[in-house]
């Protein structure tokens, strides 16, 4: 049938556009394409030359560009990533010889805050909060502030505040997203895939001990305990694998507590309280028994806690010669004086006086009981004479207990005021884990008591071990700090205020605020 000329028209005109459409887009393209090939290589010759000069900023660069842009797109999966590299930069730097890979999880963090907080303050939205994070900010300003006034070289407090406010910056990127139950639950089976990892490592430590410790280990004799090598896992030293296996043994306790245990998990809590037992930490093996037992006192079924006391009390039973001298151990450590061994103490206590001195600030970051003052041994040591006490020097071999405590350094170098501000966010973090413990969703509850569970252990470790800044003991806690910003008081809001807004130009499109509302809730 055919068309009249006024029906024609249309279609010999819409042919006629098509046709200059082609033509138009064939001349950009024919434009376009050599343009962006001669800047393709310019780019690939400029980054050679640069490369044969300095080849690893430009080799950061290469990777780390295309990494972050991704990570722009997926923060979720670039933050899990980014916390697997903080938990693995220890052992990479000690396997790998390479000195630089040491900075791995102060990279990985700096690039977390990059993609997560970044992006936010480009479109304008306001930073998202998790409970304790203005005292904790309180913390590190008195720290540098402290510095600033004792005149500490800015190398020195630069390092130290790095490294005093890296769990905190963890915790700054994680609250950035929004996190839903799905996605904790998706993080607890990559924790699941990570405490195999920790299994089958420490089946081989144990399986060539002597082989293992000098691939892995930053120390090269191994340690036996009535013959049996103390493990260290895929860490590279037992103290860290015990308080690992402990959070990961007491994450499964409380899982079973509030989802109900199944087979597999309670297998998986066995498996990881016995590489904690073997690693020989003797507050690590007090801490899991006291959580153990209110963990266990929680589960709201008859007859766990009755089970539970009376399998501690086995335990105590049967190993009770063990677990007393480990007692005496502990209190040799921190009272005996023959030998140096209390040299904790003594630093612990010099802390208060080196407070005092500075008061109302402290020593500053990188002064005083962290890893920094002993890199740069610090001038307060000398003056102290710490280079004449046993474990203590600056001498190689004999600064063991240099960076063997934790809260002298909160102390020493941020005063009794930054000591307070820790506490009280320290505080601010149990008050809302103590609300979830009791909230009505599953997964919030879980979080709620592993991280009770979670800060008694850490508190117990933090006198003898500087958990709350050496990698990777630092990663779960703040790690967990950063999700609670997702979950309890004030959480609801947030999610309020990053649901309703709407990029600029969407207004009045309601297929693109559904896709944008789509997006947020992701």
């Known amino acids: 049938m055919r068309r009249c000329p006024d029906q024609e028209e249309p279609y010999r005109r819409a042919g ?105 303050l480009l479109r304008g939205q306001p930073i998202r909060s998790f409970p304790g994070l203005g005292w904790f900010l309180l913390f590190g300003v008195l720290g540098v502030v402290s510095g600033l006034v004792a005149d500490v070289p800015l190398v020195v407090l630069g390092t130290g505040a790095a490294l005093a406010s890296k769990g905190i910056l963890l915790s700054l990127a994680v609250a950035q997203v929004q996190w839903s139950p799905a996605d904790v639950r998706r993080l607890a089976k990559g924790g699941v895939a990570f405490l195999f990892f920790i299994i089958a490592c420490s089946l081989v430590n144990l399986a060539i001990p002597q082989t293992w410790q000098a691939t892995v280990g930053n120390i090269p004799q191994v340690s036996y305990r009535a013959a049996i090598p103390s493990l260290i896992g895929p860490f590279v030293e037992p103290g860290t694998l015990g308080i690992m296996a402990a959070l990961g043994f007491l994450a499964v306790v409380a899982w079973n507590t509030t989802m109900g245990g199944t087979r597999f998990t309670w297998l998986l809590s066995a ?79 010099d802390s208060f006086f080196v407070a005092v001195d500075h008061f109302p600030l402290g020593a500053g ?80 509850r879980w979080l709620g008591l592993t991280g009770i569970a979670w800060i008694f252990q850490y508190l117990l470790e933090s006198t003898g071990n500087p958990v709350f800044v050496s990698p990777p003991s630092y990663v779960p806690l703040f790690l967990l700090v950063g999700l609670l910003g997702s979950f309890g008081a004030g959480s609801a809001g947030n999610d309020e205020k990053d649901a309703g807004e709407v990029p600029a130009g969407t207004a009045g499109r309601p297929d693109v605020a559904r896709v944008t509302e789509t997006a947020a809730a992701r």
């Open 16 to 120: 006629r556009l098509r046709g200059v459409e082609g033509v138009v887009v064939g001349d950009a393209l024919t434009r376009t394409v050599p343009r962006t090939l001669v800047l393709c290589v310019l780019a690939v010759v400029g980054l050679t030359a640069a490369a044969a000069y300095q080849p690893v900023p430009v080799l950061l660069l290469v990777i780390g560009v295309p990494l972050l842009v991704w990570g722009c797109q997926h923060p979720k999966r670039f933050l899990a990533a980014a916390v697997v590299a903080c938990l693995l930069a220890k052992t990479a730097a000690q396997v790998s010889g390479i000195k630089v890979v040491d900075y791995l999880d102060e990279g990985a963090i700096a690039a977390a805050l990059a993609v997560s907080l970044g992006p936010r």
């Open 271 to 349: 498996g990881m309280a016995l590489v904690a037992v073997f690693s020989f930490r003797r507050k690590t093996w007090l801490g899991m028994i006291g959580s153990f037992l209110w963990l266990s006192s929680r589960a709201g079924r008859s007859g766990v806690f009755p089970t539970a006391l009376a399998t501690v009390a086995g335990i105590v039973i049967l190993f009770w010669s063990t677990l007393l001298t480990a007692l005496q151990g502990i209190v040799a450590t921190y009272f005996d004086q023959s030998e140096g061994t209390a040299a904790r103490t003594l630093m612990t206590r």
């Open 365 to 444: 970051f990188g002064r005083f009981g962290s890893d920094t003052a002993a890199t740069f041994y610090s001038p307060l040591y000398l003056e102290r004479g710490y280079q004449n006490v046993w474990g203590l020097s600056e001498r190689t071999g004999n600064a063991l207990f240099l960076t063997d405590t934790m809260w002298p350094a909160i102390l020493g170098e941020a005063g009794i005021l930054g000591l307070l501000a820790f506490v009280f966010a320290l505080v601010a973090v149990f008050q809302r884990l103590r609300r979830l413990s009791v909230d009505q969703e599953p997964i919030a």
